[in-house]
């Protein structure tokens, strides 16, 4: 038996605090195979403890929550029996060492959190950071995590319909993968990962065991240095097909009355599942580990209870069902055992070969893991001074769509099945966010997936308070009425003083933010330690917005018809600090855009009352952001391949602020008749100005200059590819 | 009378199968029955169906592994006796696997699976799974990494000579060029038949092309099957 001595704890990632209430709750030294639980079951990664004094603070209630954070995944009732089950998780540090399998192993797992509740899983979609293009890896882990997200997804059959791909030079080092996936599920036919009843047993389904992602949670609660390459084992490897079977085994199971509690093995995989699963159901649990399907010879129990082998879901099923489960299963080619059993002890005992060889008590260990109040400063922030460039209105618009954050997505959201399952109505590059009809009906969810990290950094509150704003602007934008978020919170080091500052300040911006809007976050993630050599990421709470559209055709997408005017919704102060036109300026510092929530709320809801009372007279919607006014005009000129004129108002002095600033809550209504709307707008006392009218086939600024929507698309869309193939 | 019965052969990894039996019977005025791979018998033999997907993960080749299961060894039966039989997608990759359908499909020219809307030219109506489709260019989305067609330059001729082409990727106005080509298939190829003309398989997937809009091309394609029951 290998003696436990300070070497091992450290190596563990346990503080020698921990280790001493390790003892305490134990009232003993723990052994090897014990320690190793604790150490996923307290990482950053399992156990928030550096977050979650701060995330509780968060609204996660409302109306239409049926579930909200600490089970699998969020739930939102959208009406008819019918619920939407939701989350993001971010696959960051696996994704850096292997892109391929990590990206495809972040999707397999969100998808898992989902249907494990019951729900089939309808869309996925993804938020993306890279390093700068000239970064020597960017390349290779664009290409890599790209065909991994899409394989993945493809093979299973749900369809990526959207989501963001940024660059920037924090992410060199760091890169970001998120991945969401939205479920739908009967409202009578959710299961929750509560374990119950005394004697019941325990199946475990899906891939067999092996080696592979042991203290996969523990890399992600860890600063990168030069050796993190080295870790490659630790990245899981993905199996689509066996996701398959096992989403329609249990699929097919959950119509029967079988099934008490049920969760993934995802994160510290057999070890998270049967204490979180144990813990919420104040129970106790007795494991056989010689009954766990092994892939490789003599796993010993401390490998097991560590694998993070991807596919395998742990049950626990009423007695009388256990043939018809095992009956299932074996019908989609699986291997399930049953492995244990739910007890009244509180403790969970694990046996192999006959003998106790861990025993651990099971509450204090899921629900007293630390939680730390960690030091936080305001951090000086240190802008790159660099010579000032200056651009023409035009040259700067060709600057910014040919840039690689505003180009065409197009190589990407090509390698992403889309269209399976028949029921999405707008990919997201059709629409500020994706629609996809529910099943059978003439309803739909819309979902969006946003953050500016560059606000974030330079004031973390205010730029989460826009990434939450900006989330329920998309899904007004696209006719759906608002419903809550998940969230995935990317940082640096929180026991860095100013790591935990932006974590702090981020997570009151998205307080104040949901609050404000109703607006409740109902499931999340947090990945901390997005740093090497000391070097941070920039802050980035990536915000996942669901909303429902009552009836899909009233979705209006990035249409426009020509003859159609466009009016800009929302007050134009011209704020450049920050903006996409400043930073090709070379001018990297200042302040997020103001934002003020009344004001958002007051031109929100009358875009969203203008779409459903007037819905014929409205062509489309698009909101306005990174790039202000000027880009989301050409956004909709390379969208539909038509000509623009655009007339700068009279009063305007400085048109390049005008054009390309960033000011918030504004939205561009694209109608057929401007009489209704300036007269509904007068009414409600709501700022709108008449910017351009559809025609031809020339982006034209009236007595700036003019370009052929040709050229446009031409600038938009060739960086991808000159990038993958050069 | 009673609604005629069609089946729709279900492996493990389809991911289609849903999608296609809702336009089916929707749209052939038909009932369906999914036959789950290892069933040895197909009752219903008005029509039988491939759907697409990732058959047994298609780990080796697509479509591969699917030629072993009891239900494809019957469908092989059956299609000798002149039953009509259409592959889509992943259901081509496992017809020319099974050899019932000549050629192979082969890895995108850019070795990524590709997913958009595509128009598609009907290339002959000279066959009863066409020949009920009004318009000659139709769009249909395509989504896969094998979708490339391609066969000897003797079997090109022959599939040519014997008007067994049926589907080509084209533009909108049904011209047929490189830059229509979404992954280099062999003649813009996108679908063939068989000889003996009760075989289709074509790579896009006219079941994704029903929603929406009562006009979308899938509705045609399916209505226009219902000649051959």
Redesign the interface.
């Known amino acids: 038996m290998i003696k436990i001595n300070k070497r091992i704890v450290s190596e563990h990632g346990i503080s020698e605090d921990e280790f001493k209430l390790i003892k305490e709750i134990l009232q003993r030294e723990p052994n090897l195979l014990e320690l190793g639980i604790f150490s996923v079951m307290w990482s950053e990664h399992c156990s928030y403890k550096s977050t979650k004094k701060w995330l509780k603070t968060l609204p996660t209630s409302g109306e239409k929550v049926i579930c909200g954070p600490g089970e699998n995944a969020g739930i939102i009732d959208i009406g008819d029996n019918e619920a939407i089950v939701f989350k993001m998780e971010s696959h960051n540090h696996p994704s850096f060492i292997e892109p391929y399998q990590g990206a495809a192993t972040g999707v397999g797992g969100i998808m898992r959190d989902v249907f494990t509740m019951g729900a089939r899983p309808i869309a996925n979609l993804n938020s993306l950071r890279f390093g700068s293009p000239k970064h020597p890896k960017t390349k290779q882990l664009l290409s890599g995590v790209v065909?991994g997200i899409?394989?993945y997804g493809?093979?299973?059959?749900i369809p990526t319909v959207g989501g963001e791909c940024n660059f920037h030079e924090s992410y060199n080092n760091n890169i970001l993968v998120n991945a969401m996936c939205i479920g739908l599920v009967k409202k009578n036919k959710i299961f929750y990962s509560i374990a119950k009843g005394s004697g019941n047993p325990i199946i475990y389904v899906g891939a067999k065991t092996g080696r592979d992602g042991i203290h996969g949670a523990t890399m992600a609660s860890a600063e990168f240095d030069d050796h993190s390459e080295d870790s490659r084992p630790q990245v899981q490897v993905g199996?689509?097909?066996?996701e398959?079977?096992l989403l329609?085994s249990c699929q097919e199971l959950m119509k029967e009355d079988a099934i008490i509690a049920i969760q993934d093995m995802g994160a510290a995989g057999l070890t998270s599942s049967s204490f979180e699963m144990a813990s919420k159901g104040s129970c106790g649990v007795k494991l056989f580990l010689d009954k766990v399907p092994c892939r490789e010879d003599k796993m010993t129990p401390y490998e097991m209870m560590l694998s993070e082998t991807q596919e395998r879901m742990l049950m626990v099923i009423k007695p009388s069902k256990k043939k018809k489960t095992l009956r299932v299963f074996k019908k989609?080619?699986l291997e399930a055992a049953e492995i244990g059993v739910i007890t009244k002890t509180g403790n969970m005992e694990i046996f192999f070969n006959n003998s106790l060889v861990g025993k651990l008590p099971i509450k204090p260990l899921a629900d007293s893991s630390p939680e730390y109040d960690r030091p936080s400063e305001k951090p000086f922030i240190k802008f790159k001074k660099e010579a000032h460039k200056n651009f023409s209105i035009k040259s700067a618009l060709i600057k910014i769509i040919s840039s690689p954050n505003h180009s065409s997505k197009k190589w990407i959201?090509?390698?992403?099945?889309?269209?399976?399952?028949?029921?999405t109505?707008f990919s997201s590059e059709q629409s500020d966010s994706a629609v996809i009809?529910v099943h059978n009906s003439t309803k739909a969810i819309a979902v969006t997936c946003d953050c500016n990290p560059i606000y974030c950094n330079s004031d973390p509150k205010l730029g989460a308070e826009i990434g939450v704003a900006e989330s329920w602007r998309n899904l007004i934008a696209s006719g759906a009425d608002p419903i809550a978020i998940t969230d995935n919170l990317n940082f640096g080091n929180p026991e860095k003083k100013e790591i935990m500052y932006q974590i702090k300040e981020a997570i009151k911006g998205i307080k104040t933010a949901c609050e404000a809007l109703n607006y409740p976050v109902v499931s999340g993630n947090v990945s901390l330690y997005n740093e090497t050599k000391n070097k941070s990421i920039f802050p980035t709470p990536v915000i996942g917005g669901v909303g429902v559209i009552k009836n899909?055709?009233r979705s209006k997408g990035l249409r426009m018809n020509e003859g159609d005017k466009i009016f800009i919704v929302g007050n134009s102060h011209g704020h450049l600090e920050l903006s996409e036109f400043n930073r090709i300026c070379n001018k990297n510092y200042g302040s997020p855009p103001p934002l003020d929530l009344k004001e958002e709320i007051k031109n929100g809801t009358f875009v969203r009352n203008f779409m459903k009372k007037h819905n014929s007279i409205v062509t489309g919607c698009h909101d306005i952001s990174e790039g202000g006014i000027i880009l989301a005009l050409a956004e909709l000129a390379i969208r539909n391949k038509k000509g623009l004129n655009i007339k700068i108002p009279s009063n305007i002095k400085n048109s390049k602020n005008w054009l390309f600033g960033e000011d918030q809550s504004r939205y561009l209504l694209i109608v057929n008749n401007e009489d209704i709307i300036k007269k509904v707008a007068k009414k409600e006392n709501i700022k709108l100005q008449k910017i351009a009218t559809v025609s031809g086939d020339k982006f034209c600024i009236i007595k700036k200059f003019e370009i052929s929507v040709k050229k446009l698309i031409k600038y938009n869309s060739i960086w991808f590819e000159n990038f993958i193939e050069k | 009378m009673p609604k005629k019965v069609v089946s729709i052969v279900v492996f493990p990894g389809s991911n289609c199968d849903r999608d296609l039996d809702i336009a089916v019977q929707k749209y052939m005025n038909v009932n369906t029955e999914l036959v789950w791979h290892d069933d040895p018998n197909i009752k219903n033999q008005e029509m039988i169906f491939i759907p697409g997907g990732f058959s047994f993960g298609d780990y080796l080749r697509s479509g591969a592994l699917a030629t072993k299961s009891p239900a494809m060894k019957e469908v092989i039966r059956l299609s000798k006796k002149g039953v009509p039989i259409i592959g889509i997608c992943n259901g081509f990759q496992i017809l020319t696997e099974c050899k019932l359908l000549d050629g192979a499909l082969i890895d995108n020219c850019k070795r990524l699976f590709i997913c958009k809307e595509n128009f598609v030219k009907i290339e002959n109506k000279n066959n009863p799974f066409t020949k009920n489709i009004h318009k000659n260019v139709v769009q249909f989305p395509i989504a896969h990494a094998q979708g490339r067609f391609y066969t000897s330059e003797d079997n090109l001729k022959r599939l040519e000579d014997n008007n067994q082409i049926v589907f080509k990727y084209s533009s909108r106005d049904g011209k047929i060029n490189k830059s229509e080509n979404p992954n280099g298939s062999m003649n813009n190829i996108a679908g063939i038949i068989n000889k003996n003309k009760n075989i289709l398989g074509l790579m896009p997937h006219p079941e994704r092309a029903i929603n929406f809009s009562e006009d979308n091309d899938g509705i045609s394609f399916f209505r226009g099957l219902q000649n051959l029951l």
């Open positions: 065909k899409g394989d493809n093979c299973v059959g199996d689509p097909f066996m398959k079977l329609e989609w080619g959201y090509h390698q992403y099945d889309r269209s399976v399952m028949c029921d109505y009809r899909i055709f």
